[in-house]
């Protein structure tokens, strides 16, 4: 029976789950509305990996270092000093500082995030993404990072939209870093990417959109309704993601009219790709039984996590 | 040949500027694809009438007059003083000020706008706008908004959706304050309407996203493309404004590879609804001819303005 839907879901609480609150929603007399069936997907651990680190800190690091080979002065100080450095202990040290609610060297590195794309135009920053996801590999999978998004979540986004539904990534990730990958890799245009955002200008004699060295908005934890609504100003009906920075979009979508809020939860030891980690998702994973959240154990619940590289 | 396509345009240059232009990007060798097809759209002015106030308007004069009902305090300051003395000379020389460049009472205005919905959410006030387009007819044209919009701009939308195009559009209006009539009106849906923002907060308790006092951006001259940019991540191909905030805009998609500017001008004379005015696009009007925009002269380009109201 290939024709089952979801075939690299195992058969099980979170795939009945799923199938279960889609045809709620799509038969019978109750059935949403088209146009209201919207599903909101985070990405960082959601639809692709963020170990050992978030693809765009990968990008990020790369463009540090050859910005201190062109100037190195740069590297005597953080974040340069790491990225030519290869240590990246210390950057690793600034996300888990994040994750426990310290910014302070994070502020560091978004400053220095900015800085790479001040004045830059929004089609020159396009192009220099796409030429990184041309070349790069991910560092311990040693893939493109093609092929190191999941493959379930992926099918997840096709049984929706063969269903009525429109998907939308809402990450706490650069928009516009996600932007050159989002429709090749998982089939959804720029227009239905929601993400954290650099400040814009509008270059008048260039006809351009440009960089300014602000940081906008990170759009995670309670910006992510936030910027739902903004942007697509419905309540979706569906939610996904995998971290303590998804439970008020999580939260935002199970509390509406009808919801399903999915927590992906990193439990998986048998070597098929990502080791295992409960970082930075501890309160969702707690929280989720009285939030009623469903648990996907990528352990349990996939059977297949990745394409052949 | 009622097949003839925008029948409510007279024949002449801008129905032909509109015509060879949709032909040349979507047929033959040089088509462009049909995701990169985007067209944008202003609203006031350019889909509905602007006079003899924006339609927001009326609806915020109507809430602050009910505020100063319940509260008659109110009605010694500015604004709700003219909105319960009916005499709206005030507010109507705010507005020409802020044409002018001049924003001090615009931005009272803009404070007791935002007054208006501080606390609420974004369902209630979607619920609140909903009845004003029941009820509420056009101050001069005595019917309803539903039939204060401009026949041949709908009908270009529609024209653009048959050759692949999405329509979106970009106003200097609020965003909410759209959202609960363009399906209707326009067929254009609340995810693709972009418009200035009030700021929101997400209400944890209530799952709920809720508006702040504060005001978030204006999105009218520069703003316009860096907010397309931030919705849309395309180089819209046409666009169309009637005003000085939409010469960015107009610029901005006239200059890409390929583009078609259109600027609506009121110059109609003939009784068929609006007065003319240029108020607030002298200079996009005198702008025009250098910049390459396609001016469209109400008076002899459209041959039906409103429909049977």
Redesign the interface.
Known sequence: MTDEPLPSWTDGAARDAILEFVASVTEGPDAVPV?QRVAVFDNDGTLWTEKPMPTQLHYIVQQWRAAAEADPSLAEHQPYRAAVSGDLGWLGAAIDKHYDGDESDVSTVIDAIARLTDGMS??QYASSVAEFYRTAKHLTLQRAYRSAIYVPMVELMRFLEEHGFTCYIVSGGD??FM?PMT?DYYGI???R?IGS?LG???D?DG?Q?RYTAEFDFLDDG??K??R????????PLLAAGNSNGDV?ML??I???AVGLALLVHHDDDTGRGDAPYDQGAQKALAAASDRGFTVVSVKRDWSTVFVEA
């Open positions: 146009e929004v089609e928009r516009d932007r429709e245009p720029p227009e990417v955002a814009l200008r509008y008048e006809a959109v309670d910006e309704p936030i739902i609504w903004s942007r697509i100003g419905r309540r008020p939260d935002f199970r509390r509406g």
